[in-house]
């Protein structure tokens, strides 16, 4: 594991993430929708710059900037169009502290994590958008803010929660690891954008909570290289639920659970990493927005989302 904190480390280390994927298969619950080539394509791309500063063995501090490069494009009548935002997005920082002194403990380990998200990013980017008028046989241009999922920005000043757990199992360099990140909004639960949906009590965006879990082994295969591989399993999504507030305005709460393969390359200061999560379940759960509809007109509402199959997740970090 080549993780900043772990002994033997310098005090300073920079960072480059990034992760793409096309969300263009839809769901309601967990059953898919046959809309391929006339739903909603997402294309997103994620970059997040991190500056970390070790303040020694067992405390680091990180921060992070995400850039963000979104097009997502949808049909009416026939004719596909395109919206899309670019730019920074919420900047989080983060302290980290191993509960075992690394030097003492380097077969296995823990680290907690306690931070917060800023927003810097937009999060009411507009769009052009497309209608059909079928009187006049025109296709109508109206400005509007683009879709939640490709927004910049929340708007919302999150707190973050994080836990990271290896250690070794069985035979030298085969690590068992964990993980949990939770990102919870504390203050409000809605940013005062428009959505412009039919459903009354989704017509403000929402500010969501969200979590990312992982697990699974990570072997070294040829030590001479540095090179490690490593199999798991990967839950991402958004709860129905803020952990506070109300948990007003719309959202799309769900989940994806993926195996998640990897391929690691650490060389002196250096470290390259590549997974390649592939999707073995999709769910878009009923939102609140949802069930309170629901009771208002008495027939029973539950939203869509759109997945992706797969994703691509690129690492490069460097000790300074």
Same mark, same amino acid.
């Given at each position: 594991?080549?993780?900043?904190?772990?002994?033997?480390?310098?005090?300073?280390?920079?960072?480059?993430?990034?992760?793409?994927?096309?969300?263009?298969?839809?769901?309601?619950?967990?059953?898919?929708?046959?809309?391929?080539? +006339?739903?909603?394509?997402?294309?997103?791309? $994620?970059?997040?710059?991190? %500056? +970390?500063?070790?303040i020694?063995?067992?405390?680091?501090?990180?921060?992070e900037?995400? $850039?963000?490069?979104?097009?997502?494009?949808?049909?009416?009548?026939?004719?596909?169009?395109?919206? *899309?935002?670019?730019?920074?997005?919420?900047?989080?920082?983060?302290?980290?502290?191993?509960?075992?002194?690394?030097?003492?403990?380097?077969?296995?380990?823990?680290?907690?994590?306690?931070?917060?998200?800023?927003?810097?990013?937009? *999060?009411?980017?507009? #769009?052009?958008?497309?209608? &059909?008028?079928?009187?006049?046989?025109?296709? =109508?241009?109206?400005?509007?803010?683009?879709?939640?999922?490709?927004?910049?920005?929340?708007?919302?000043?999150?707190?973050? !929660?994080?836990?990271? =757990?290896?250690?070794? =199992?069985?035979?030298?360099?085969l690590?068992?690891?964990?993980?949990?990140?939770?990102? $919870?909004?504390?203050f409000?639960?809605?940013?005062?954008?428009?959505?412009?949906?039919?459903?009354?009590? @989704?017509?403000? +965006?929402?500010?969501?909570?969200?979590?990312?879990?992982?697990?699974?082994?990570?072997?070294? !295969? !040829?030590?001479?290289?540095?090179? /490690?591989? /490593?199999?798991?399993?990967?839950?991402?999504?958004?709860?129905?639920?803020?952990?506070?507030?109300?948990?007003?305005?719309?959202?799309?709460? #769900?989940?994806?659970? *993926?195996?998640?393969?990897?391929?690691?390359?650490?060389?002196? +200061? &250096?470290s390259?990493?590549?997974?390649?999560?592939?999707?073995?379940?999709? *769910?878009?759960?009923?939102?609140?927005?949802?069930? @309170?509809?629901?009771?208002?007109?008495?027939?029973?509402?539950?939203?869509?989302a $759109?997945?992706?199959?797969?994703?691509?997740?690129?690492?490069f970090?460097?000790? %300074?």
């Open positions: 594991m080549n993780i900043i904190g772990s002994p033997g480390c310098d005090p300073w280390a920079m960072s480059i993430d990034y992760r793409y994927f096309n969300s263009l298969h839809d769901y309601v619950g967990r059953t898919e929708n046959a809309r391929i080539g +006339t739903g909603v394509f997402n294309k997103s791309n $994620f970059t997040d710059f991190g %500056l +970390t500063y070790l020694d063995p067992r405390w680091s501090v990180t921060i900037l995400p $850039f963000v490069i979104n097009d997502r494009s949808q049909e009416t009548n026939g004719l596909r169009y395109h919206t *899309d935002a670019v730019g920074i997005g919420d900047t989080s920082i983060e302290g980290n502290f191993w509960v075992f002194d690394p030097l003492k403990h380097p077969k296995g380990n823990i680290l907690l994590g306690l931070g917060m998200s800023m927003p810097t990013g937009n *999060d009411r980017a507009m #769009g052009t958008f497309l209608s &059909y008028n079928k009187t006049d046989k025109v296709y =109508v241009a109206t400005e509007e803010p683009v879709d939640q999922s490709i927004q910049p920005g929340t708007g919302g000043w999150d707190g973050i !929660l994080d836990l990271y =757990v290896y250690h070794q =199992v069985a035979v030298t360099g690590n068992a690891y964990g993980s949990a990140t939770y990102q $919870f909004v504390p409000q639960n809605t940013n005062g954008v428009p959505t412009y949906r039919s459903n009354p009590f @989704e017509a403000i +965006t929402g500010i969501t909570d969200s979590y990312l879990y992982r697990a699974g082994l990570e072997y070294l !295969l !040829l030590p001479r290289q540095g090179i /490690s591989a /490593s199999w798991g399993l990967r839950m991402e999504g958004v709860p129905v639920k803020n952990w506070f507030g109300d948990s007003a305005g719309f959202r799309r709460p #769900g989940y994806s659970i *993926d195996w998640e393969p990897g391929l690691i390359w650490s060389h002196k +200061t &250096y390259f990493r590549l997974y390649v999560p592939f999707s073995i379940l999709h *769910d878009r759960t009923q939102s609140l927005a949802d069930q @309170e509809d629901t009771v208002l007109t008495g027939k029973y509402q539950h939203g869509d $759109f997945f992706a199959n797969y994703e691509i997740i690129l690492g970090s460097k000790k %300074l």
